[in-house]
């Protein structure tokens, strides 16, 4: 099995910190990029930030300055420090990971999705 399990998350005060991390297990995929996605009531799944295995980071333009994406390949762990939160920030954080599957038949890429983690900024 494949599994990708989030934990972080919280409530913190606006201006306050957490540090997310994301763990991937599975023996049947090669992961080739990891990333960060939010998920608030009512609204749209967005892209908060993604790094591939070289390294070249992308981030939302809300989250630009104030977050941090960062990863240990040995491990298949992402993590995202998000600093100076707002109250926007407010969501279901997923991770989520891009890979190849290597023992399937044509080597298919497919993704992975975390169970998310709650994410609470607020007064």
């Known amino acids: 099995q494949v599994q990708l399990v989030e934990s972080g998350g919280g409530l913190v005060q606006p201006g306050g910190s957490l540090r997310l991390s994301c763990a991937a297990s599975?023996?049947?995929?090669?992961?080739?990029?990891m990333g960060w996605y939010r998920q608030a009531p009512g609204k749209q799944r967005e892209l908060v930030a993604s790094?591939?295995?070289?390294?070249?980071?992308n981030y939302a333009d809300s989250v630009k300055g104030r977050f941090t994406i960062s990863r240990d390949n040995a491990k298949n762990a992402v993590y995202l420090q998000m600093n100076s939160l707002k109250p926007e920030d407010t969501a279901v954080y997923y991770c989520?990971?891009?890979?190849?599957?290597?023992?399937?038949?044509?080597?298919?890429?497919?993704?992975?999705w975390g169970q998310g983690t709650q994410v609470t900024v607020s007064s």
């Open positions: 989520k990971a891009d890979g190849i599957a290597t023992l399937i038949i044509g080597n298919p890429r497919v993704d992975y």
């Open positions: 790094i591939s295995n070289s390294g070249v980071t």
């Open positions: 599975g023996s049947i995929f090669s992961i080739y990029a």
